[in-house]
């Protein structure tokens, strides 16, 4: 199994400031994903991170706004850029896990409030 | 029309009941997933189906390949149970995960 610490757990942000959030996990996983969850809305994905190379971003998410780090095979930081009240949402971290990723694994996740 | 859809997207029932949430999808897909979010926030894998049935402890899930549906049963259902229960598919031939809006379950005393 893979264990994923991700943190912040939860934070208040002001407008137009950035935050980045970190996800650790206790095994070397190829690829990371990570995920916002907007209020009452199931998970959309951002991008795929691998190490070693830039980021796949989803249509609508960009590397300027949502930039992503991969230095190694257990961890990755997805920044939220110049913040604004739609960013307010829960963000998290997954890896999969096993042969042919039958088990997906989540970090605990990031509730963000933009104010 | 999502390419995966959940029905019902709320369900309230009552402590010992047999609880059914359905899952169709649209598109072709290599594995089929259950997951569990707390309203913490968490989530966790419940099931990986490609075929078949599934069964741990008082939770089962099914798959239907041809029709393109799943379901995922929980028996003597408890308040414990009452979580959002979220189908995902992996889109066949890439990484990607496609979810559903997920399905409210509450289950009273």
């Known amino acids: 199994s893979a264990v994923i610490s991700q943190k912040p757990s939860r934070d208040i942000c002001q407008r137009g400031t950035s935050l980045t959030i970190q996800c650790q996990v206790d095994?070397?996983?190829?690829?990371m994903f990570w995920y916002r969850q907007q209020p009452g809305q199931s998970l959309t994905l951002i991008a795929t991170?691998?190490?070693?190379?830039?980021?796949?971003?989803e249509s609508g998410f960009v590397i300027d706004k949502f930039p992503i780090s991969r230095p190694n095979l257990t961890f990755s930081t997805l920044t939220v850029s110049n913040m604004s009240p739609e960013d307010s949402s829960i963000y998290l971290c997954?890896?999969?896990?096993?042969?042919?990723?039958?088990?997906?694994?989540f970090g605990e996740g990031s509730w963000l409030t933009v104010v | 029309k999502n390419e995966v859809e959940q029905s019902p997207q709320n369900l309230t029932a009552q402590e010992g009941e047999f609880i059914t949430i359905n899952c169709s999808y649209s598109?072709?897909?290599?594995?089929l997933h259950w997951l569990q979010q707390h309203p913490g926030g968490g989530i966790v894998s419940l099931f990986m189906?490609?075929?078949g049935k599934k069964k741990h402890g008082r939770l089962i899930a099914t798959i239907n390949i041809q029709e393109k549906h799943s379901s995922l049963h929980i028996t003597a259902s408890h308040p414990r149970d009452s979580a959002v229960y979220i189908c995902?598919?992996?889109?066949?031939?890439?990484?990607?995960?496609?979810f559903g809006q997920g399905t409210r379950l509450t289950i009273n005393p």
């Open positions: 095994s070397q996983v190829t690829m």
């Open positions: 991170a691998n190490q070693g190379s830039e980021a796949t971003y």
């Open positions: 189906l490609s075929s």
């Open positions: 997954s890896v999969d896990w096993g042969n042919s990723g039958n088990t997906i694994y």
């Open positions: 995902a598919v992996r889109i066949q031939g890439a990484q990607k995960l496609v």
């Open positions: 598109v072709g897909i290599s594995a």
